[in-house]
């Protein structure tokens, strides 16, 4: 790939506060890596996990992790070998004999782009040396059901059974049960008390899982990096609220959430003047609970939150599957400053983590969003990127910005937030 396909165009790109923190990255590289392997030796990583990043310019910042994440179709095929030793590590992080992996995926059959997300995860790990099945949760498969891919490859879906303490497929009976599934419904009753290890814990899932929960932890994560690079944590967190109860469509909460909106955007504006940033502050505003970027809207005054329109109430009023959003959690807005291509479209980077390891990524491009607006929305398309040597070798003799300086900068971040989930995940089990 040539630089043009693989990195976009960084509006501030070689200049202020982004490329100092990308330097004192490079400069205390053997620092921060000493600190990762200590705290994976405290802290056991989640089995994967991908993470969106803004790149501002400023400031470089998670905003979202998914610890059930899709789209591995979307990674570079070209580290494939990256993906594989890293699952073989994961597994025996399980601490546990297994030979033979289920993947219990959503509740989709038409969402082909999903199932080539299966289709993918599942070759790596047979690829890596497991027997692995795929069983559905959904009630009206009462027969093994194949689903043919655009990709031409397919992927047989299997009814799971409880055999016991044991979840089995027909006579696969599985040593580990992997959740592609984000059990945004709640916990499945089946998956109860079982003796076999699931991984990531139903517990994570959105039915109990909250974004401020998680950005709690990253918080801390990003005091104690910060201190160890000396720099204002401000550079690599994103700030956020949250209230109690939000009902969008009988307007309860609304008082709560409009006095929260305004608290965090003096605190924006605090730091931007602080840091010498000339750009309008912003919110976002998000169900704290649910995936699929659904719930969420860009907010740039606490009047707007009073001024909500019916049309704008019943989209924040549900996510994923009908579930009602009770709860939201207002994230410091950071802009994304990158763009693709000559068209100057608006891009954001995703990175992948299996165990602990970064194994690659994409960015998600979206034509018809702003550089404050949510891209994970109908109408964005994935560029693949190659995270390889390019991540984990930096080149300090080169400019902060070249590719792979950038793609460590990316590779630090984002391990950042799955430290964080580490620790979310420890404390949850």
């Given at each position: 790939?040539?630089?043009?396909?693989?990195?976009?165009?960084?509006?501030?790109?070689?200049?202020?506060?982004?490329?100092?923190?990308?330097?004192?990255m490079l400069d205390n590289q053997a620092?921060?890596?000493?600190?990762?392997?200590?705290?994976?030796?405290?802290?056991?990583?989640?089995?994967?996990?991908?993470?969106?990043?803004?790149?501002?310019?400023?400031?470089?910042?998670?905003?979202?992790?998914?610890?059930?994440?899709?789209?591995?179709?979307?990674?570079?095929?070209?580290?494939?070998?990256?993906?594989?030793?890293?699952?073989?590590?994961?597994?025996?992080?399980?601490?546990?004999?297994?030979?033979?992996?289920?993947?219990?995926?959503?509740?989709?059959?038409?969402?082909?782009?999903?199932?080539?997300?299966?289709?993918?995860?599942?070759?790596?790990?047979?690829?890596?040396?497991?027997?692995?099945?795929?069983?559905?949760?959904?009630?009206?498969?009462?027969?093994?059901?194949?689903?043919?891919?655009?990709?031409?490859?397919?992927?047989?879906?299997?009814?799971?059974?409880?055999?016991?303490?044991?979840?089995?497929?027909?006579?696969?009976?599985?040593?580990?049960?992997?959740?592609?599934?984000?059990?945004?419904?709640?916990?499945?009753?089946?998956?109860?008390?079982?003796?076999?290890?699931?991984?990531?814990?139903?517990?994570?899932?959105?039915?109990?899982?909250?974004?401020?929960?998680?950005?709690?932890?990253?918080?801390?994560?990003?005091?104690?990096?910060?201190?160890?690079?000396?720099?204002?944590?401000?550079?690599?967190?994103?700030?956020?609220?949250?209230?109690?109860?939000?009902?969008?469509?009988?307007?309860?909460?609304?008082?709560?959430?409009?006095?929260?909106?305004?608290?965090?955007?003096?605190?924006?504006?605090?730091?931007?003047?602080?840091?010498?940033?000339?750009?309008?502050?912003?919110?976002?505003?998000?169900?704290?609970?649910?995936?699929?970027?659904?719930?969420?809207?860009?907010?740039?005054?606490?009047?707007?939150?009073?001024?909500?329109?019916?049309?704008?109430?019943?989209?924040?009023?549900?996510?994923?599957?009908?579930?009602?959003?009770?709860?939201?959690i207002i994230q410091e807005g950071v802009?994304?400053?990158?763009?693709?291509?000559?068209?100057?479209?608006?891009?954001?980077?995703?990175?992948?983590?299996?165990?602990?390891?970064?194994?690659?990524?994409?960015?998600?491009?979206?034509?018809?969003?702003?550089?404050?607006?949510?891209?994970?929305?109908?109408?964005?398309?994935?560029?693949p990127l190659a995270f390889d040597d390019?991540?984990?070798?930096?080149?300090?003799?080169?400019?902060?910005?070249?590719?792979?300086?950038?793609?460590?900068?990316?590779?630090?971040?984002?391990?950042?937030?799955?430290?964080?989930?580490?620790?979310?995940?420890?404390?949850?089990?």
């Amino acid at each position: 790939m040539n630089e043009i396909a693989t990195v976009p165009h960084l509006t501030t790109a070689l200049t202020g506060p982004f490329q100092n923190l990308e330097r004192l990255m490079l400069d205390n590289q053997a620092a921060i890596e000493t600190w990762f392997r200590n705290a994976w030796r405290e802290t056991k990583a989640p089995f994967y996990a991908s993470v969106d990043l803004r790149n501002a310019g400023y400031k470089i910042a998670p905003i979202d992790t998914n610890l059930f994440p899709a789209g591995f179709n979307n990674l570079n095929p070209a580290f494939e070998a990256l993906c594989i030793q890293a699952i073989q590590m994961g597994v025996e992080h399980i601490n546990q004999p297994v030979d033979k992996i289920l993947i219990i995926p959503e509740n989709h059959t038409r969402n082909l782009f999903y199932l080539e997300n299966i289709a993918s995860l599942q070759s790596m790990i047979e690829k890596a040396g497991f027997e692995t099945r795929i069983g559905s949760l959904m009630p009206d498969i009462d027969s093994p059901m194949q689903v043919d891919l655009k990709s031409s490859r397919s992927v047989l879906l299997e009814t799971i059974q409880r055999d016991q303490d044991r979840i089995v497929v027909g006579d696969f009976n599985p040593d580990l049960i992997l959740l592609n599934n984000d059990l945004s419904t709640g916990k499945p009753e089946i998956l109860d008390n079982i003796e076999q290890v699931i991984t990531p814990p139903m517990s994570l899932g959105w039915s109990a899982r909250l974004k401020s929960g998680h950005f709690t932890f990253y918080q801390r994560v990003a005091q104690e990096f910060a201190a160890l690079i000396d720099i204002d944590p401000w550079l690599i967190d994103p700030m956020f609220r949250n209230c109690g109860e939000v009902d969008f469509m009988k307007r309860e909460g609304v008082d709560c959430l409009s006095k929260n909106v305004e608290s965090l955007l003096s605190a924006i504006k605090t730091k931007y003047d602080e840091h010498e940033v000339e750009c309008e502050p912003f919110v976002m505003v998000k169900a704290d609970a649910g995936t699929y970027g659904m719930g969420v809207m860009t907010i740039r005054s606490a009047d707007e939150i009073t001024e909500l329109n019916r049309k704008e109430r019943t989209k924040m009023a549900t996510t994923k599957e009908g579930q009602k959003v009770s709860k939201v959690i207002i994230q410091e807005g950071v802009y994304t400053h990158e763009t693709w291509g000559d068209e100057n479209t608006v891009a954001e980077p995703v990175v992948y983590m299996l165990d602990h390891q970064v194994v690659g990524g994409f960015y998600r491009v979206h034509g018809k969003r702003s550089a404050s607006q949510n891209l994970n929305a109908p109408g964005m398309r994935f560029e693949p990127l190659a995270f390889d040597d390019c991540c984990i070798s930096p080149d300090p003799v080169q400019d902060a910005d070249c590719r792979q300086n950038r793609f460590y900068t990316y590779g630090v971040i984002a391990r950042l937030a799955l430290l964080a989930a580490a620790r979310e995940i420890a404390s949850a089990t």
